[in-house]
C-alpha cells in the first residue's frame, strides 16, 4: 500500500501575529509542521510498522522553507518527500491549491491507496483542501477521523466526530481521510532519525514540471482572495452589576439589547 501524506508549512502557535500596513508581517516568523498533519504523519508510519504500507510519501506546497515541515514529515517516518515550489503560487486559493496537489499525485504516479490530511491547517483554518481534492479525484472521504483501521488492497473503517456522538464509515480504497487530535499521538523525532532525514529524498517540482500554467494558481486562478486582515480590537475592561436579582436582570438585559446589541 502506499501512502501520500500531506504537510503545510505553518506560523508556530506561540508566534505573536503583526500586521504590516493591511498585510500580515511575516518576519521573524517561526514556521513549523501543522499540528494536524503531525497526526497523519503519525497514522501513516504506524501501518508500515504494522506491515500494512510499503511507501510514505510527505507533500506539500508552498516556498522553500516548506522543505523544514517536509523534513520534520521524514524524521517521524516518511519514506521520501515532494515540494512544489514556485513564485506563482502565491496568492493561490484553496481550490487552486487542491488542484495542484492532485497534479503532484499524477506526476507520482497517480497509484496512491491511501491520501491522508490533517483536519485543519491552523493559520487558513478554511478545512476545505482535503474534501476539494477528493471531489477532483472522485474519492470517498471521511473528516474528523479519530480511530482507523485499513485493510490494504481493500477498505479503511473510520470513526469521526460528529456533533453529539460518532459515525463509523467503511470506505473502499483509495479514499481520503483528515486526521483528528485523538486518533494517535504523534511521536517525537530521535535525534538519529532527524539525521537520517537530511539524506532521505526530497524532490522539488515548479509549475511547469507538473504541467500547469500560471494563470491557473496564484490570485489570477484561484476563486477567491483575501483582501485584507485586521487585528481583533482591544479587550476592555468589564462591567459589573449590582443590587437585587431583579434589578441585575433588568440592567443586564438593557446592556444586552442596548450597547452589545445581541438580542
Known amino acids: 500500500m502506499k501512502i501520500a501524506v500531506f504537510c503545510k508549512s505553518v506560523p508556530d502557535t506561540e508566534t505573536k501575529v503583526r500586521l504590516k500596513g493591511d498585510r500580515l508581517d511575516t518576519s521573524g516568523i517561526k514556521y513549523i509542521l501543522n499540528p494536524y498533519d503531525e497526526f497523519a504523519v503519525e497514522e ?6 504494522a506491515k500494512k504500507a510499503e511507501e510514505i510519501v510527505a507533500i506539500s506546497m508552498g516556498p522553500a522553507r516548506a522543505q523544514e515541515a517536509l523534513r520534520n514529515a521524514l524524521a517521524i517516518g516518511a519514506d521520501r518527500a515532494v515540494l512544489v515550489t514556485d513564485d506563482a503560487l502565491d496568492g493561490s486559493d484553496t481550490l487552486a491549491t487542491a488542484k495542484v496537489l ?22 487558513g483554518d478554511t478545512w476545505q483542501v482535503p474534501s476539494q481534492v477528493a471531489a477532483l479525484l472522485d474519492l470517498p472521504q471521511a473528516t474528523c477521523t479519530v ?14 466526530l460528529v456533533e ?10 483509495p479514499a481520503v481521510i483528515t486526521c483528528s487530535k485523538g486518533l494517535n499521538e504523534p511521536r517525537y523525532p530521535s535525534l538519529p532519525n532527524i539525521m537520517k532525514a537530511k539524506k532521505k529524498p526530497l524532490t522539488t517540482y515548479s509549475l511547469g ?55
Open 44 to 49: 501513516a508510519v504506524r501501518m508500515k510498522e
Open 102 to 123: 492532485v497534479k503532484v499525485l499524477e506526476k507520482e504516479g497517480g497509484d496512491f491507496d491511501l491520501l491522508l490530511f490533517g483536519q485543519r491547517a491552523i493559520d
Open 147 to 160: 480511530a482507523l483501521e485499513v485493510e490494504p488492497g481493500s477498505k479503511a473503517v473510520a470513526t469521526r
Open 164 to 173: 453529539g456522538g460518532e459515525e463509523i464509515h467503511e470506505l473502499t480504497l
Open 209 to 263: 514540471d507538473l504541467g500547469i500554467d500560471a494563470s491557473e494558481v496564484g490570485k489570477n486562478g484561484s476563486r477567491t482572495e483575501v483582501l485584507s486582515y485586521e487585528l481583533p480590537p482591544a479587550r476592555g475592561g468589564g462591567k459589573k452589576v449590582e443590587g437585587e436579582p431583579e434589578e441585575v436582570v433588568a440592567e443586564l438585559v438593557k446592556f444586552l439589547k442596548e450597547e452589545i446589541k445581541v438580542i
